[in-house]
């Protein structure tokens, strides 16, 4: 799949303000400074189309930006060690949780995790939240151009062993790199993929 515009489209704090649900769409979700806005950036060719914040928590709403006027992407808030309030926390995942399990053109969500560290408890008790809403869902491991091929295998192979302890059968792994553009070809390619398959599902009237 080429790129060939992709533009904001908006922002959203409850469901009853997000775009109409009549295009496919793939949201990213990832720990606070996972390097999802990085991700974003780097997938569809604009430096910052999301914007990037060593600051954790820097994403607080559902954004929303549309791709070949065709499907949308989908910049989520993080979770983790963002710093704001308790009250603002549930809010958040409130909301997140709203979306996952009623938002009907959502048709996978993209994991991140960080490939620099081991398994992180957070993200694996994302993963198993995702499993009891029945949301597909792949991950994407970033930043894998920070550590040699080997430890990011390791940490790699760790997280698979610690997600087998609640999982028979695991999603796809995807390795990634905003610097070096590892991944973008594999994860556009299922992502077009996965629009011909939603074209091809029948719509309710």
Known sequence: MKIKSCRFEKSSAKMSELPASDKPEYAFIGRSNVGKSSLINMLTGQKSLAKTSAKPGKTQLINHFIINEKWYLVDLPGYGYAKVS???????EKM??????????????FLLIDGRLPPQQNDLDFANRLGEYGVPFVIAVTKTDKLGSSAIQTNVAAFRKSMLEHWDDLPAIHLTSANTEKGKEEILAFIEQCNLSYAQQPKAE
């Open 96 to 109: 997140i949780r709203h979306y996952l399990t009623k938002r009907e053109n959502l048709v996978c969500i």
């Open 86 to 92: 308790k009250g603002k926390r549930e809010d958040w």
